[in-house]
């Protein structure tokens, strides 16, 4: 049974860092594409990072480029989205997302599987 499951997640100021994690149970891990989704209230989920199984090729959203680092550690079945001067803008619960296959990276239909999500409040 494959599950994701997040952590990392908090309140924090604006400015701050927080790092997610994101453990997942699927036994061919080190061979999946992995992807980071938020949502913030009354919002469609959005597109935020994208790591190759490989790790050597990421990417990431506009609104989040020069601040969030996505990484993994594939022997620890486990990617990390490192979050820097964070903003309000930034609120939203954050989803792990695993193997989109050969469709788009960056819209959240692609992916197979899903963790329940973390939620990262900034404030102001």
């Known amino acids: 049974q494959v599950q994701l499951v997040e952590s990392g997640g908090g309140l924090v100021q604006a400015g701050g860092s927080l790092r997610l994690s994101c453990r997942a149970s699927?036994?061919?891990?080190?061979?999946?594409?992995m992807g980071w989704f938020r949502q913030a209230p009354g919002k469609e989920r959005e597109f935020v990072a994208q790591?190759?199984?490989?790790?050597?090729?990421?990417y990431y959203a506009d609104s989040v480029k020069g601040r969030f680092t996505i990484s993994r550690d594939n022997s620890k079945n486990t990617v990390y989205l490192q979050m820097n001067s964070l903003k309000p803008e930034d609120t939203a619960v954050y989803y792990c997302a695993a193997d989109p296959g050969r469709n788009p990276y960056y819209r959240a239909s692609s992916y197979r599987y899903w963790g329940q999500g973390t939620q990262v409040t900034v404030s102001s």
């Open positions: 790591i190759i199984w490989t790790g050597q090729s990421t």
């Open positions: 699927i036994r061919t891990f080190g061979g999946t594409d």
